[in-house]
């Protein structure tokens, strides 16, 4: 018998029990691999590829609304300050908002001008109230003073603390008053805020003196010290500067009516 020295591939098994391939038919299959390997990571970079671009899409999108969100607020806001096409302007004023259309204005918090003229009268009448009572102060400290007696300096001084602090409190309320620069009785509560400063100045001074004068149990013997405050705040004609003042500034006060 001829013994072949070639090896018949498709004949022999292998150790598993399957047919073994010949070279030929293992060169094809590899072949067909390769290309299927090679499609399947073109397919999955052509995914990726598809995946990351519509993400960034998104992301454009989401952007472009952000900044058209900003864009339409800053607009709305611009439009709500001013509007001078419209002739509508909105503008703040201390803790209230004022709306002035074509320069006939329009209060949208605040005092009327039937209640800043009711308001300011009143106050005017108390004013003047303030003054005679001050200068009813100013003549119980110049006659007591100086006197021994700590129970009566101390019951006029009293009278004065208690008076300082009504027109304190006076003061400050009138000057939180809602009023708006164009109310035809605005100049006027200016002026009587300056008023009220001036009787405060004016009680002040002597409630200033009065506790000097009740440091002291022989007052008599202290006068410069105590009148010092006084002498202090004299102006140049002698009389005390917020007097003065107050009586030049008071008369001349116009409420005017609505």
Not at 252 to 258: C, G, L, S
């Given at each position: 018998?001829?013994?072949?020295?070639?090896?018949?591939?498709?004949?022999?098994?292998?150790?598993?029990?399957?047919?073994?391939?010949?070279?030929?038919?293992?060169?094809?299959?590899?072949?067909?691999?390769?290309?299927?390997?090679?499609?399947?990571?073109?397919?999955?970079?052509?995914?990726?590829?598809?995946?990351?671009?519509?993400?960034?899409?998104?992301?454009?999108?989401?952007?472009?609304?952000?900044?058209?969100?900003?864009?339409?607020?800053?607009?709305?806001?611009?439009?709500?300050?001013?509007?001078?096409?419209?002739?509508?302007?909105?503008?703040?004023?201390?803790?209230?908002?004022?709306?002035?259309?074509?320069?006939?204005?329009?209060?949208?918090?605040?005092?009327?001008?039937?209640?800043?003229?009711?308001?300011?009268?009143?106050?005017?009448?108390?004013?003047?109230?303030?003054?005679?009572?001050?200068?009813?102060?100013?003549?119980?400290?110049?006659?007591?003073?100086?006197?021994?007696?700590w129970n009566v300096r101390n019951g006029k001084a009293q009278v004065a603390y208690a008076l300082r602090n009504t027109i304190a409190s006076a003061d400050s309320s009138l000057e939180g008053l809602s009023i708006d620069f164009w109310s035809s009785n605005y100049e006027a509560w200016q002026q009587l805020c300056e008023a009220y400063d001036c009787l405060y100045m004016r009680i002040n001074v002597i409630c200033k003196a009065w506790d000097i004068s009740l440091s002291y149990s022989e007052p008599g013997n202290?006068?410069?010290?105590?009148?010092?405050?006084?002498?202090?705040?004299?102006?140049?004609?002698?009389?005390?500067?917020?007097?003065?003042?107050?009586?030049?500034?008071?008369?001349?006060?116009?409420?005017?009516?609505?």
């Open positions: 018998m001829e013994i072949k020295d070639t090896v018949e591939y498709e004949s022999l098994p292998y150790q598993d029990g399957t047919a073994a391939v010949g070279p030929t038919v293992d060169k094809e299959r590899n072949l067909w691999i390769a290309l299927g390997i090679a499609a399947g990571v073109l397919a999955i970079v052509l995914v990726a590829s598809l995946l990351v671009g519509a993400a960034s899409a998104l992301s454009g999108d989401d952007q472009a609304d952000k900044i058209a969100t900003e864009e339409t607020a800053t607009v709305e806001t611009e439009s709500t300050s001013s509007d001078s096409d419209s002739g509508v302007i909105v503008y703040n004023e201390g803790s209230k908002n004022v709306v002035a259309i074509s320069n006939k204005s329009v209060e949208a918090y605040g005092l009327s001008e039937q209640e800043v003229y009711e308001a300011l009268s009143a106050y005017y009448q108390q004013a003047a109230s303030f003054d005679r009572q001050v200068a009813s102060c100013a003549s119980n400290f110049n006659d007591n003073y100086a006197v021994s007696c202290h006068v410069d010290e105590i009148i010092a405050p006084i002498v202090a705040q004299r102006g140049a004609n002698g009389n005390d500067q917020y007097y003065t003042r107050f009586k030049q500034l008071f008369p001349t006060i116009k409420i005017v009516e609505p």
